[in-house]
T-cell receptor
Framework: NAGVTQTPKFQVLKTGQSMTLQCAQDMNHEYMSWYRQDPGMGLRLIHY???????DQGEVPNGYNVSRSTTEDFPLRLLSAAPSQTSVYFCASSPGTGRGVDTEAFFGQGTRLTVV | GDSVTQMEGPVTLSEEAFLTINCTYT??????LFWYVQYPGEGLQLLLK?????DKGSNKGFEATYRKETTSFHLEKGSVQVSDSAVYFC?????????????FGTGTKLQVIP
């Protein structure tokens, strides 16, 4: 069982370049989300999705786009990378909002992004 | 809004020492509480959880009790091992706009030395 798979694991971008971080889950989870992890700031929610075709902004959405065309995939797009986006990015999924608040989140292994 | 406050690290302990990592929360509803652990180079994984007041979550020798009166969920372990070295995140899950919303603390790095 693969769980949540993120690619790539490492990436270096130049300022202004664009790229897509991939996230896929094979657990048929409704809820998927993207976080960034920065020293001293914990995990901050970028965007989330409660099902295919439905996305919404989190705490720090600026500079990022998402889409959810299938249950399995939730890519995160950086349209024009900036040094402030240097961070570790985590994708997470959980079974579904309809099951209440006690369901755990499953995390991918992260993507370490450096923007120079 | 919801918030989670954890003690700042890093915390350095000798093997077999007693561990406490403090966590307090603020929430408007009736949240579930979690501890996640992140080992070096990996994603977060669930360590334990508690879904209502006075519940105790436990796993791998770690324990935490959901204290509604003090809005706390402190993580404890009686005897830590070198393999427990990791970053620990306290989190709460609540309903926001009808959907599950998870709020994380800033994480506490634990280093256990032999």
């Amino acid at each position: 069982n693969a769980g949540v798979t993120q690619t790539p694991k490492f990436q270096v971008l130049k300022t202004g370049q664009s790229m897509t971080l991939q996230c896929a889950q094979d657990m048929n989870h409704e809820y998927m989300s993207w976080y960034r992890q920065d020293p001293g700031m914990g995990l901050r929610l970028i965007h989330y999705s409660v099902g295919a075709g439905i996305t919404d902004q989190g705490e720090v959405p600026n500079g990022y786009n998402v889409s959810r065309s299938t249950t399995e995939d939730f890519p995160l797009r950086l349209l024009s990378a900036a040094p402030s986006q240097t961070s570790v990015y985590f994708c997470a999924s959980s079974p579904g909002t309809g099951r209440g608040v006690d369901t755990e989140a499953f995390f991918g292994q992260g993507t370490r992004l450096t923007v120079v | 809004g919801d918030s989670v406050t954890q003690m700042e690290g890093p915390v350095t302990l000798s093997e077999e020492a007693f561990l406490t990592i403090n966590c307090t929360y603020t929430a408007t509803g009736y949240p579930s509480l979690f501890w996640y652990v992140q080992y070096p180079g990996e994603g977060l994984q669930l360590l334990l959880k508690a879904t209502k007041a006075d519940d105790k979550g436990s796993n791998k020798g770690f324990e935490a009790t959901y204290r509604k009166e003090t809005t706390s969920f402190h993580l404890e372990k009686g005897s830590v091992q070198v393999s427990d070295s990791a970053v620990y995140f306290c989190a709460l899950s609540d309903l926001g706009g009808g959907y599950q919303k998870v709020t994380f603390g800033t994480g506490t790095k634990l280093q256990v030395i032999p």
